[in-house]
């Protein structure tokens, strides 16, 4: 099937690629800038110019370290990114030079020219800005497997009702406002700051601490079908504390074996998802709010700012 290129970008040449590393852990003190050189795709593979990327709570732990990161360094860091693509590999034929995309790698996302394979990215429609691009990817999958993880019911008799924490976050906003548009009941906990939003996005909102599970019996008197943890082990706690059967609650923030919790994330990277996302923030159905913009070579301040918590959706680095 052809298809028009009109939203093509021209790609300029480059002879050194911006990278971003650390060769030993600590805080964002030990993030580095270092210039390498441009690597040209090999088969399968595309370079992309990046544009955005987005910071996420596990590149912060990663970079500093634990006895569960065996790493050499130095290390990449990044995980999920927009950008252009400015060289094809070999057999790639679903991309041209010139289109916009965005999506995610297991590392090292963190560069001015990322080589990386096509199947790993998607396009991203005009409609989306780099930012929003750079930040959606690997929150909106994580948030979409972990949902799909539990057998939820919408509208009707059997309408489950969940609680997420930090549901103003990243992937918490992706996952409570999937929840929302499929017809669950959403309880989300976020700052007193974010609690606007929550309910602007249908999620309504608790707050952090001692009177939360309180809040959630007073709201919702029947019980909690399921809970998404985006916290740590505080809401974990809360949330068996609510009567929450185990393996009804999902962790992305700890080592769920203390609870005998589950713990589904993103799974294999799925363009389809991918897609579908993109196609939900473009309807509106969806938002991903971008707290704040930093350059590319202020990413130690982007993490900084990470680093304090009480966000409201996504931190992205970015490049013109």
Same mark, same amino acid.
């Given at each position: 099937?052809?298809?028009?290129?009109?939203?093509?970008?021209?790609?300029?040449?480059?002879?050194?690629?911006?990278?971003?590393?650390?060769?030993?852990? /600590?805080?964002?003190?030990?993030?580095?800038?270092?210039?390498?050189?441009?690597?040209?795709?090999?088969?399968?593979?595309?370079?992309?110019?990046?544009?955005? $990327?987005?910071?996420?709570?596990?590149?912060?732990?990663?970079?500093?370290?634990?006895?569960?990161?065996?790493?050499?360094?130095?290390?990449?860091?990044?995980?999920?990114? $927009?950008?252009?693509?400015?060289?094809? =590999?070999?057999?790639?034929?679903?991309?041209?030079?010139?289109?916009?995309?965005?999506?995610?790698?297991?590392?090292?996302?963190?560069?001015?020219?990322?080589?990386?394979?096509?199947?790993?990215?998607?396009?991203?429609?005009?409609?989306?800005?780099?930012?929003? /691009?750079?930040?959606?990817? +690997?929150?909106?999958?994580?948030?979409?497997?972990?949902?799909?993880?539990? $057998?939820?019911?919408?509208? /009707?008799?059997?309408?489950?009702?969940?609680?997420?924490?930090?549901?103003?976050?990243?992937? =918490?906003?992706?996952?409570?406002?999937?929840?929302?548009?499929?017809?669950?009941?959403?309880? =989300?906990?976020?700052?007193?700051?974010?609690?606007?939003?929550?309910?602007?996005?249908?999620?309504?909102?608790?707050?952090?601490?001692?009177?939360?599970?309180?809040?959630?019996?007073?709201?919702?008197?029947?019980?909690?079908?399921?809970?998404?943890?985006?916290?740590?082990?505080?809401?974990?706690?809360?949330?068996?504390?609510?009567?929450?059967?185990?393996?009804?609650?999902?962790?992305?923030?700890?080592?769920?074996?203390?609870? /005998?919790?589950?713990?589904?994330?993103?799974?294999?990277?799925?363009?389809?998802? +991918?897609?579908?996302?993109?196609?939900?923030?473009?309807?509106?159905?969806?938002? +991903?709010?971008?707290?704040?913009?930093?350059?590319?070579?202020?990413?130690?301040?982007?993490?900084?700012?990470?680093?304090?918590?009480?966000?409201?959706?996504?931190?992205?680095?970015?490049?013109?």
């Amino acid at each position: 099937m052809s298809r028009a290129y009109d939203a093509l970008v021209t790609v300029d040449a480059v002879s050194s690629n911006r990278v971003v590393t650390f060769s030993r852990f /600590g805080g964002p003190d030990v993030l580095e800038l270092a210039d390498e050189s441009v690597t040209d795709p090999g088969p399968g593979q595309l370079r992309i110019a990046l544009r955005a $990327a987005g910071l996420n709570p596990a590149d912060s732990k990663r970079r500093e370290g634990g006895p569960q990161y065996t790493l050499s360094f130095p290390a990449g860091v990044g995980r999920e990114l $927009a950008g252009v693509v400015e060289a094809v =590999g070999e057999d790639v034929s679903e991309f041209v030079v010139g289109e916009r995309v965005f999506g995610t790698v297991p590392d090292g996302a963190f560069q001015t020219h990322l080589v990386t394979e096509a199947s790993r990215v998607a396009r991203l429609p005009v409609e989306l800005s780099w930012a929003i /691009g750079g930040g959606l990817a +690997l929150v909106g999958q994580t948030a979409w497997d972990a949902l799909a993880s539990q $057998a939820l019911a919408g509208r /009707g008799q059997e309408r489950a009702t969940i609680v997420v924490s930090a549901a103003a976050g990243g992937v =918490g906003g992706v996952l409570s406002q999937l929840a929302v548009l499929r017809g669950i009941r959403v309880i =989300g906990s976020a700052s007193p700051a974010n609690h606007e939003w929550l309910r602007s996005r249908g999620i309504e909102p608790v707050s952090y601490g001692e009177g939360l599970v309180e809040e959630v019996r007073t709201l919702a008197p029947e019980g909690v079908t399921a809970a998404f943890d985006l916290h740590g082990r505080v809401s974990v706690q809360q949330f068996l504390e609510l009567g929450i059967p185990p393996h009804r609650i999902n962790t992305n923030a700890i080592d769920p074996s203390e609870f /005998g919790i589950r713990r589904v994330g993103r799974g294999l990277t799925s363009i389809p998802t +991918l897609d579908a996302l993109a196609a939900l923030v473009v309807g509106g159905d969806i938002e +991903l709010p971008i707290a704040e913009s930093f350059p590319f070579d202020d990413v130690a301040d982007a993490f900084r700012r990470l680093d304090r918590g009480h966000l409201r959706g996504k931190i992205v680095i970015t490049r013109p």
